[in-house]
């Protein structure tokens, strides 16, 4: 076998290996996936189906949702009606509700056809997807705002959420599109954004999703942030929204949603083939994924909290666990040093820890004193850590973080890195290996 084959082989394995985890952690698990109606008229539809048809046959229980922009505005084109919007929101009379209705089935028929597909030889072959759609949408009219009367544009009020589930125990994926019905049998024209979230909030879903036109949420300088609570998501629309229209609109989305019940949300790129499995079924994912605020806050260390580190690591220290670390070069290397840390009452106390020690000669970093207190070591808080540590050393610009390890190879293997040698580390870190305690080396890329 050629050696590039070989490599493509073993990192299969090694990434099938990782994923693992996540496949038992998301399968019967409810995901509920927001697309834009260009997904559609840019022929990227299929690539979406192949890897819906992966998470059904993982026992994911699905719900889509599709929005219909541009299929609407082809219809308004085609019939002659003007395109009116303030602020962002379709206004819909009487001759752009016949567009919008006749633009939702266009796009629903084409949806279920690709869906459909089973052809030998494809992602889709023996897929057998079902797909339900319904009218699970209660709806109302938005009104009157600002002086504008927004006619049949509505928005949601209430989902049939018994109705979904047991369609999605049926195994079947169930279509949504963004319109709603009153109990008097109108019609209205609703947000993607809004009939996705509702959705999500009554399914108590594990994750919403959007795919958007750009990499997800950034920082200042741009850069792409793999992590926020819903308090920075919030921080971050103000005082200044983000420029991206997309990110404008569905980041206070999952926001909404995280704060009232479903568990992630994410958004990714819809440009990204495989976007939608790498942020599933990776530990670093691809997009930015919003998370509920936690009782327990991650943050860079101060002197203050020495003694909780200290608190945390000593007894790790005398297991021979962590190396021990002189009190003064602790004291000096705080700057370091990265604490998760917890209420109680009025008072917090450390209950997890982490430093990196970069080395600039060859981008990278060691991670060290990773420990949880043994209270709290259910709940994934280590698994925190690793990802708040792997976010600051990118931030950093660094490409791959190491780790020396006599008790705990393991845990760091299901996470991505993988054994290393001593002439793998940087030349400094080379220089004081502890050749009596023979730590085991692990890396990972970044």
């Not at 690709?114 to 057998?128: F, H, K, Q, R, Y």
């Amino acid at each position: 076998m050629a050696k590039s084959s070989t490599q493509k082989t073993e990192a299969f394995v090694k990434w099938f290996r990782t994923a693992a985890p996540f496949i038992h952690q998301f399968g019967g698990g409810t995901f509920v996936i927001a697309f834009g109606g260009e997904v559609l008229t840019d022929g990227d539809f299929m690539r979406l189906a192949h890897d819906i048809n992966v998470l059904v046959s993982l026992e994911v229980r699905v719900v889509l949702v599709h929005g219909t922009r541009p299929q609407i505005e082809d219809q308004l084109k085609q019939h002659g009606v003007e395109s009116r919007y303030e602020k962002g929101r379709r206004i819909t009379d009487e001759a752009a509700l016949k567009c919008v209705k006749e633009a939702n089935g266009i796009v629903r028929i084409e949806i279920e056809a690709l869906l459909s597909n089973e052809l030998a030889n494809s992602p889709m072959a023996d897929s057998d997807i079902r797909v339900s759609s319904g009218n699970f949408i209660t709806a109302r009219p938005v009104g009157v705002l600002g002086g504008v009367d927004f006619l049949n544009t509505g928005e949601v009020r209430k989902v049939d959420a018994e109705g979904i589930e047991r369609r999605l125990d049926d195994h079947e994926v169930v279509l949504i599109s963004p319109v709603g019905f009153s109990p008097a049998g109108e019609v209205f024209n609703c947000t993607l954004e809004d009939v996705a979230t509702s959705v999500a909030i009554a399914l108590k879903a594990d994750k919403l999703i959007f795919l958007t036109e750009t990499a997800g949420a950034t920082d200042a300088k741009g850069r792409l942030i793999s992590e926020l609570t819903a308090k920075q998501a919030a921080d971050l629309m103000s005082p200044v929204p983000p420029t991206a229209e997309d990110i404008r609109l569905f980041l206070p989305a999952t926001i909404r949603a995280v704060s009232s019940g479903v568990k992630r949300a994410h958004l990714i790129s819809r440009h990204t083939d495989g976007a939608l499995l790498i942020e599933t079924f990776t530990h670093h994912g691809i997009g930015t994924m919003v998370v509920p605020e936690a009782p327990d806050v991650l943050r860079e260390a101060t002197l203050d909290d020495l003694e909780g580190i200290t608190q945390i690591i000593e007894p790790l220290e005398r297991d021979g666990v962590l190396v021990r670390r002189d009190r003064d070069q602790l004291k000096a290397d705080i700057s370091r040093f990265f604490v998760l840390d917890q209420s109680e009452g009025h008072e917090r106390r450390v209950i997890g820890c982490g430093a990196l020690y970069p080395y600039a000669s060859d981008k990278s970093a060691e991670l060290a004193c990773l420990a949880v207190n043994p209270f709290y070591r259910d709940g994934g808080r280590g698994e925190r850590i690793l990802q708040y540590a792997e976010r600051r050393a990118r931030e950093a610009g660094l490409k791959s973080l190491f780790v020396l390890s006599t008790r705990t190879m393991q845990w760091f293997l299901e996470r991505g890195f993988a054994e290393a040698t001593l002439e793998d580390l940087p030349a400094e870190k080379r220089a004081v290996y502890n050749q009596d305690r023979r730590s085991k080396i692990f890396r990972k890329p970044l």
